[in-house]
Nanobody, 118 residues
C-alpha cells in the first residue's frame, strides 16, 4: 500500500519561500511510469495542479507558477519537495502530494494547510 505524507510549515510570511516535502512509503518514487505531483486547493476554490517530478527525475510545472516553482527529489529518502518562492496570501491553500500515471491519480497525501500571512 502506497502512502504519501506532506510535511512543512503551516505558516509562511509574504515574499518568503514555501517548502513542503512529501514522504512516500510502500513504493519507490523511481518506479517506471509514475509521476509525483503537487496539487493545491485554495479556500473556496477547486484543485489546482502545481507540477510533478517523474520517475525519471524530469519535471513539468504549471505555466502560471513555473517562474516561482521548483520540484526536486531525494531518492535515498524516497521524498520529493516543492519550493514556491515569493509567496503572497493568494498562495494560501491546502497542499497535496499525489501519485499519478496516464490514467490519473491513485494515491494522495492527506493534505497540509499552508497559510501565507505576516
Amino acid at each position: 500500500q502506497v502512502q504519501l505524507q506532506e510535511s512543512g510549515p503551516g505558516l509562511v510570511k509574504p515574499s518568503q519561500t514555501l517548502s513542503l516535502t512529501c514522504t512516500v512509503t510502500g513504493g519507490s518514487i523511481t518506479t517506471n511510469l509514475y509521476y509525483w505531483s503537487w496539487i493545491r486547493q485554495p479556500p473556496g476554490k477547486g484543485l489546482g495542479w502545481i507540477g510533478y517530478i517523474a520517475y525519471s527525475g524530469d519535471t513539468n510545472l504549471s505555466p502560471s507558477l513555473k517562474s516561482r516553482t521548483s520540484i526536486s527529489r531525494d531518492t535515498s529518502k524516497n521524498q520529493f519537495t516543492l519550493q514556491l518562492s515569493s509567496v503572497t496570501p493568494e498562495d494560501t491553500a491546502v497542499y497535496y502530494c499525489a501519485r499519478g500515471d496516464e490514467r490519473g491519480y491513485d494515491y494522495w497525501g492527506q493534505g497540509t494547510q499552508v497559510t501565507v500571512s505576516s
